[in-house]
């Protein structure tokens, strides 16, 4: 018999589920064991609507005059997440964005760890960054092997990350979170999420303006 159908999730609503577990870990810390789809949206920043709907795609978690299990909810978010087990990361590009991710402690307790950073100079490999030590890009395969890497992180110039990509997608690699300002172009199934600091720059920027000029307006 074949399985049933996994229900599609809106991406927004994936985008919010790591919002609302920094939300709920904030309640948690407070000593919050309870929490209304209200009390939940005004620190998600939404409305108490888009968190009911959200929440609706995975179960039902709350109790109508009750509202959320707090310790409950966030345990099945993290769930959702992936966070109930670890999740080996390779960050290729060894410059000072991927040194100062691989030094990041703040992974781990999401469920990811950084397990290798490589890189293409020769220069740079056998140095230590923290607990790491540099390898060769050329080694890709067989630290991926060794590791059971499920995620690659690109960290290098906009003209070597396609080539990265390439690497990455040969060696079984199919999640890629790309630092690097380029377009990759990458095979059906292989997800890819970018991360590009100079374009949020330049949205803030945008509404900066906007800003500006309504207040000259105004004046």
Known sequence: MSSPRRRVIPEATIARLPI????????????????SSEQLAELAGVNGAKVRKDLSY????????????????????????????DWPCVIVGAGNLGTALAKFGGFTDRGFSVVAIMDVDESKVGQK????????????????????????IITTTAGAAQDVADQMV????????????????????????DVDVAIEL???AFHEERRVLSEAEIV
């Open 58 to 85: 995975f179960g039902t978690y709350g109790t109508r005059g009750v509202g959320y299990d707090v310790p409950h909810l966030l345990h099945e978010i993290r769930r959702e997440l992936g966070m109930t087990h």
């Open 129 to 152: 960054v923290g607990a790491l030590t540099i390898r060769h890009e050329d080694d890709l395969a067989d630290v991926v092997a060794e590791l059971d890497i499920s995620i690659g």
């Open 20 to 35: 609302y577990q920094r939300c709920l870990l904030e309640l948690e810390a407070g000593g919050r064991t309870k929490a």
């Open 202 to 204: 330049q949205i803030l």
């Open 170 to 193: 040969e060696v079984g690699i199919r999640s890629i979170l790309n630092f690097a300002p380029a377009t990759l172009d990458v095979p059906f199934g292989v997800l890819v999420r």
